[in-house]
């Protein structure tokens, strides 16, 4: 095994996140990265950490899982929740980010650090030696994932995932939307475009026999629950969505205080204010499909689509069987792993597997024990339940409060339960801080 450096193979969220830590531990990092000379469907900027989603990271609050994830990464140092709080733009509670401004500061923050050397280059095949993490992402390159599959000794996991549109703001009618937050719950950021039952029916029934890509041979109808196209979730029934992405419940008419039918939501994408994605309208509809049938949403009649929605596979491990709780190989300890592929669900939680791989992988490079984060955190609850294996069929999982340790006490109050636990997480995160001198 070398003694002058760590590889860390891809500079999405995950690969940064690692990269960064491991960098913070004074060791050298090959950082691998094919862009710009390659590309994966979903992406297209030269940046590194490319949101490609969404630009929502999701709740900030503590009474939200998400939240606490956050703030355990920010009194850890994460590079990526660094940048994201640099970034943002307003969201109500959530936290969402300038997309290109995000990228470009994780992009400037790795290429600035000494220790950090880059390499624009396809990675195809993995070291029996050096101490490496994988963090290619769902897209991970055929070449690549062939390489994986042969080291696991099994063929990697799939399942599909989609991207909403994004409209821009000057083509919106705000004479039909309207701004608020749910519940008034902070500044009125979400544009929201109100339908009556007979508007709701007419556009239902429009998406449901919408044209769809047609899936390559290779592909099934696999979808994760928490990203599924907003097409397929309305098959599953009339009033589904109108209790999903679309309910209307907390957005009542500014003027009668009425509750409306169904209400599509709009969420600023960038810090100029220009431009806004439509919250839980990923989909796979073709292209124009999805502007003859979402131009028919109140509001959106003359929607003009920065970018229409997309369609691609997302790949991930089998990892209850292959990694331990630190997102390393059992098999072969000196490789690990980060990021979606490991079958954690979102942007936060990738970049919690880079920082529990990027520290762990330093701290075996030094010769130290594994930092194992307790299951009373949201870090260490993430990485226990992808290590894992259960009686279910593994599939990927967001962060939440049921993979968290339980209080051993009972508090009727879901709110003041999720604050307890919250507050708890974080004493223990500031007891480690404190033990590792960060």
């Given at each position: 095994?070398?003694n002058?450096y760590i590889n ?17 531990q004074?060791?050298k990092?090959?950082?691998?990265e094919?862009?710009?000379h390659?590309?994966?469907?979903a992406h297209?900027?030269?940046?590194f ?15 939200n899982a998400?939240?606490l994830l ?11 929740m660094?940048?994201a ?10 936290l969402a980010?300038?997309?290109k401004?995000?990228?470009?500061a ?5 290429k ?6 880059i ?5 195809t095949?993995?070291s ?12 991970t ?9 042969a ?12 991207a ?6 000057d083509s919106?009618d705000?004479?039909?939307?309207f ?18 039952k007979?508007?709701y029916e ?12 047609q899936?390559?041979e ?11 196209p907003i ?15 679309l ?31 439509m ?6 509809l073709?292209w ?8 028919m ?15 691609h596979?997302?790949?991930f491990?089998n990892?209850?069987?292959l990694?331990?709780?630190v ?13 979606q592929m490991?079958g ?9 597997s880079?920082?529990?791989a990027?520290?762990?992988?330093a ?7 594994d930092?194992?984060?307790p ?6 609850a ?6 894992s294996?259960?009686?279910?069929r593994f599939?990927p ?8 340790d339980?209080?051993?006490e009972r508090?009727r109050n ?11 997480a974080?004493?223990t995160?500031?007891n480690i ?5 960060i």
């Open positions: 095994m070398n002058k860390v193979i891809g500079a999405g969220l995950a690969g940064c996140e690692a990269a960064w830590q491991i960098a913070r004074g060791i990092v090959r950082l691998f094919m862009k710009p390659k590309k994966t469907p297209h900027s030269d940046t950490a490319e949101l490609v989603c969404s630009n929502s990271l999701r709740s900030d609050m503590l009474e998400s939240g956050k703030q355990e990464l920010r009194l850890l140092g994460s590079l990526i660094a940048c709080d640099e970034t943002r733009v307003p969201a109500g509670s959530a980010v300038g997309r401004e995000f990228s470009q994780v992009t400037d923050r790795i600035s650090n000494p220790l950090i050397e390499i624009h280059d396809e990675v095949s993995l029996n030696n050096d101490i490496t993490i994988v963090a290619t992402g769902p897209l390159s055929d070449k690549l994932a062939n390489e994986i599959s080291v696991i000794g099994e063929e990697s996991l799939y399942f599909f995932d989609a909403a549109p994004i409209v821009r703001l919106i705000m004479s039909i939307a701004k608020a937050s749910r519940y008034n719950k902070g500044e009125a950021d979400y544009i929201n475009c109100p339908m009556n007979e508007e007419a556009f239902y029934e429009a998406l449901i026999n919408a044209e769809t890509v899936l390559k290779f592909e099934d109808n696999k979808v994760f629950e928490g990203c599924m097409e397929t979730m309305a098959k599953r029934g009339k009033d589904t969505i109108r209790f999903g992405p309910k209307p419940v907390g957005l009542p008419d500014p003027e009668t205080g009425k509750e409306y039918y169904a209400v599509v939501q709009l969420r600023q994408d960038d810090k100029a204010a220009s431009l806004y994605n919250v839980g309208f990923q989909t796979h073709k124009g499909e999805q502007k003859r049938v979402f131009s949403i109140p509001g959106l009649k003359n929607a003009e689509f920065e970018r229409y929605g997309v369609m596979r997302n790949t491990l990892s209850p069987v990694l331990d709780s997102y390393r190989l059992k098999k072969q300890p000196n490789l690990f792993f980060a990021g490991t954690v669900e979102g942007y936060i939680e990738s970049a919690s880079g920082f529990v990027g520290v762990n992988a701290r075996q490079f030094n010769g130290l024990s930092l194992i984060f299951g009373n955190t949201a870090i260490g993430l990485a226990r339940y992808i290590s294996p259960g009686t279910t599939q999982m967001n962060v939440n409060f049921g993979i968290i339980s209080l051993g508090i879901k709110k003041e339960r999720y604050q307890a636990i919250s507050k708890r974080l004493n995160i500031e801080r404190r033990s590792l001198d």
